[in-house]
């Protein structure tokens, strides 16, 4: 019998392991040299932020978000977020989405950084800026650095080094 329902929670500390080995299969080793990996190195993502889908006892999908800079404004960085390959095109990443977005906002915080593709991303509300208006500390390609405002003006001025909050 096949699950067809997911749940989208709060990620909890037993959520760990599985959560780790859903990224291992969605991006391999070579994930740890990426500019927005970098950014979550050493930093604590923050789990009033980051949430799990699952179906029955299955964890299916995961988005974290971690407190970052650009430039002196504090922003949150969103990723990975990654989604169970027989699970994918069915809704969980995009509920995982605008629930992480809609607590971000609750919460107060202002912008949203993730280094993704713009057409799946693009109808939550983000957008690319000039190109290296927003610095990473290693390659990405600029049409793939998009922001997200949560609270009006947020993008006014927004720019810099994009670095850890520590």
């Known amino acids: 019998m096949m699950i067809d329902s997911f749940t989208v929670q709060a990620e909890r500390p037993e959520h760990a392991d599985a959560i780790e080995a859903l990224h291992e299969a969605s991006f391999g080793p070579g994930r740890f040299a990426r500019a927005a990996s970098l950014l979550r190195e050493g930093v604590v993502h923050d789990p009033a932020l980051s949430f799990v889908a699952t179906a029955g006892l299955q964890l299916i999908g995961s988005v974290r978000l971690t407190p970052i800079f650009i430039g002196d404004r504090p922003a949150i960085l969103l990723g990975p977020l990654a989604v169970v390959e027989g699970w994918k095109g069915r809704g969980a990443g995009k509920s995982l ?70």
């Open 97 to 166: 989405m605008r629930t992480a977005l809609a607590a971000a906002a609750e919460a107060g915080h202002a912008v949203v950084l993730l280094v993704g593709d713009e057409p799946y991303y693009g109808p939550f509300g983000f957008v690319r800026l000039e190109p290296y208006r927003i610095t990473l500390p290693a390659p990405a390609d600029p049409a793939r650095v998009l922001v997200c405002p949560l609270a009006e003006g947020a993008l006014k001025g927004l720019g810099g080094a994009a670095r850890r909050a520590s």
